[in-house]
């Protein structure tokens, strides 16, 4: 097992929904730590930079206006195996496809965009974490 620290996004329908402290519990029920957590209104340079993969397609001033109809919390989680067991936790990227235990299949959009409105956000590999931790997390604020 691999000692690691994830980024987590908690998107607006987490934060409009007063999931945040629900769904932290898990995250800290499961064994990992928190290392920072911050709020935060995210820019729209920002978002450009972790959309980079989408910011080209039609979609993505939808994800632009999703992402800024309420500030974020930006969480840095550590934990053995954390990435991996993250997402396992979250369940698929689609809400409906989610199964009923997992974050996302317990709290994601069913009726809509299930895949953005699908509660958090979690890097996909150790490159992507380090990567999202710097885009979030500022020197000093991961402890």
């Not at 039609?58 to 954390?82: H, K, N, S, Y």
């Not at 895949?115 to 931790?133: F, G, I, Q, T, Y």
């Amino acid at each position: 097992m691999a000692l690691e620290t994830t980024l987590i996004l908690f998107k607006p329908d987490a934060v409009a929904k007063n999931l945040v402290g629900t769904v932290l519990s898990r995250y800290e029920q499961a064994g990992f730590k928190v290392r920072g957590l911050k709020m935060m209104k995210l820019s729209d340079e920002i978002l450009a930079e972790h959309y980079s993969h989408i910011a080209d397609k039609p979609f993505f001033p939808d994800v632009r206006g999703f992402m800024q109809e309420t500030p974020v919390i930006a969480l840095a989680l550590e934990g053995d195996d954390v990435i991996s067991k993250v997402r396992d936790l979250l369940g698929p990227t689609d809400s409906k496809a989610a199964a009923a235990g997992t974050i996302r299949g317990d709290f994601g959009d069913k009726e809509g965009d299930a895949k953005m409105r699908n509660v958090c956000h979690a890097s996909d590999s150790p490159e992507a974490a380090e990567a999202e931790l710097k885009r979030f997390f500022g020197e000093g604020e991961i402890f």
